[in-house]
């Protein structure tokens, strides 16, 4: 079946940091492949999707690339914020299914 | 544009209570679904509905049922809580399959 695999967290940066979050799939076929993103006490909302080998998501300043080789969907951002300290979600879609398959999330802490 | 509406925001049940969690969409979704998230676990899928009188099991369906006689509605029901339901719930919708959910701010649901 599909698995989406992400790195534990917490990640802990200070404010202006780079940021990296691996995320790596297993799924048949192409699917889409999508970042969300939850701050604390909200629900998730989406950041960044990809739907095609070689597509670059990109939103707020953070982006992902879908590397088909290496089955894998990585989150960056160059500077982060204290304010983009949240929990972040990989997750993926296969065509003709009808549901998303999430990674167990990565939380986010940003210190100024 | 209200979005998906999920009531109530907090509740508590003594074990064996049933109760009726509620979600509303007014963006004409035909796909919802619930989804129940518990620290380490990640997000996983109780139950899922492709359009109006159409529904299916999740990941973890069994203690939850749900309905869709309407487009805008799908209620999920606790017809027995336990403890092990206790846990944050969310609701949401989307539009056509490769489109993002759009996610409520949850209902947080403590069995005692």
């Known amino acids: 079946g599909n698995s989406v695999t992400q790195m534990e967290g917490p990640v802990t940066l200070s404010e202006e940091a780079f940021l990296t979050i691996n995320c790596t799939y297993t799924?048949?076929?192409?699917?889409?492949l999508f970042w969300y993103v939850q701050y604390p006490g909200e629900g998730l909302q989406l950041l960044l999707k990809?739907?095609?080998?070689?597509d670059k998501g990109s939103n707020k300043g953070f982006e992902a690339t879908y590397r088909k080789e290496t089955t894998s969907f990585h989150l960056e951002k160059g500077s982060v914020q204290v304010s983009d300290s949240a929990v972040y979600f990989c997750?993926?879609?296969?065509?003709?299914?009808?549901?998303?398959?999430f990674g167990k999330g990565t939380m986010l802490l940003v210190s100024p | 544009n209200a979005g998906v509406t999920q009531t109530p925001k907090f509740q508590v049940l003594k074990t064996g209570q049933s109760m009726t969690l509620q979600c509303a969409q007014d963006?004409?979704?035909?796909?919802m679904s619930w989804y129940r998230q518990d620290p380490g676990m990640g997000l996983r899928l109780i139950h899922y509905?492709?359009?109006?009188?159409?529904?299916d099991q999740g990941e973890v369906p069994n203690g939850y049922n749900v309905s869709r006689s309407t487009t805008e509605d799908f209620p999920l029901r606790l017809l027995s809580a336990a403890p092990s339901q206790t846990s944050v719930y969310f609701c949401?919708?989307?539009?056509?399959?490769?489109?993002?959910?759009?996610f409520g701010n949850g209902t947080r649901l403590t069995v005692t």
């Open positions: 949401a919708s989307r539009d056509r399959v490769d489109s993002p959910l759009h």
């Open positions: 799924a048949t076929g192409y699917p889409s």
């Open positions: 990809a739907t095609k080998a070689d």
């Open positions: 997750a993926l879609i296969q065509p003709g299914y009808s549901t998303l398959t």
């Open positions: 963006m004409n979704h035909e796909y």
């Open positions: 509905s492709v359009g109006a009188g159409i529904t």
